[in-house]
T-cell receptor, first 115, second 113 residues
Framework: DAGVIQSPRHEVTEMGQEVTLRCKPI?????LFWYRQTMMRGLELLIY????????DSGMPEDRFSAKMPNASFSTLKIQPSEPRDSAVYFC?????????????FGPGTRLTVT | AQSVAQPEDQVNVAEGNPLTVKCTYS??????LFWYVQYPNRGLQFLLK??????LVKGSYGFEAEFNKSQTSFHLKKPSALVSDSALYFC???????????FGDGTTLTVKP
């Protein structure tokens, strides 16, 4: 299994630009999570989906952030417009929700720098 | 509501000595408990979990953790630390009816030769 795949691995953009981060979860996993990690705030859950449906987006910082999961094998996190304070590492993770297999498998992350 | 506390930001041990990374939790009902490790510039990696059954669970790389219901703790342990164990460790909890896990702030483990 290839694990959780994220792209791009690095993104450098200017303030005001739109940024789209992509994630392919592990096949057969029905939950998908988007996290943000910074030195100041640590690991933050932004949003999670169950069976492609957004369940909890209370961690999304503001309306500039949006996430979609059009099918079981693809999700996007979009920031429009981006700001320097959005600079962070963004992780996608997936898990099953049955059979006691609730552990999450994380992708390698996308390091976003907004200048 | 569910929460996790990792009381130590940093743990330092000498190579070959036993290590313990502490975790306490709060959750409604029975907990599912997890430990993850993060190496520099990498995503978090699952180490071990407690769902039910034996209070002592064994995981990857020789790590183990003991579930203590009365103390609401799930400390991570290893009998003999390696320099390569140096990393950031996260404890996480999930209630049986919760759809997501709550992560602690992480503990940086440094193993010195």
């Amino acid at each position: 299994d290839a694990g959780v795949i994220q792209s791009p691995r690095h993104e450098v953009t200017e303030m005001g630009q739109e940024v789209t981060l992509r994630c392919k979860p592990i096949s057969g996993h029905n939950s998908l999570f988007w996290y943000r990690q910074t030195m100041m705030r640590g690991l933050e859950l932004l949003i999670y989906f169950n069976n492609n449906v957004p369940i909890d987006d209370s961690g999304m910082p503001e309306d500039r952030f949006s996430a979609k999961m059009p099918n079981a094998s693809f999700s996007t996190l979009k920031i429009q417009p981006s700001e320097p304070r959005d600079s962070a590492v963004y992780f996608c993770a997936s898990s099953r929700t049955s059979g006691g297999a609730y552990e999450q498998y994380f992708g390698p992350g996308t390091r976003l720098t907004v200048t | 509501a569910q929460s996790v506390a990792q009381p130590e930001d940093q743990v330092n041990v000498a190579e070959g000595n036993p290590l313990t990374v502490k975790c306490t939790y709060s959750v409604s009902g029975n907990p599912y408990l997890f430990w993850y490790v993060q190496y520099p510039n990498r995503g978090l990696q699952f180490l071990l979990k407690y769902i039910t059954g034996d209070n002592l669970v064994k995981g990857s790389y020789g790590f183990e953790a003991e579930f203590n219901k009365s103390q609401t703790s799930f400390h991570l342990k290893k009998p003999s630390a390696l320099v390569s164990d140096s990393a950031l460790y996260f404890c996480a909890v999930r209630g049986t009816n919760a759809g997501k896990s709550t992560f602690g702030d992480g503990t940086t483990l440094t193993v010195k030769p």
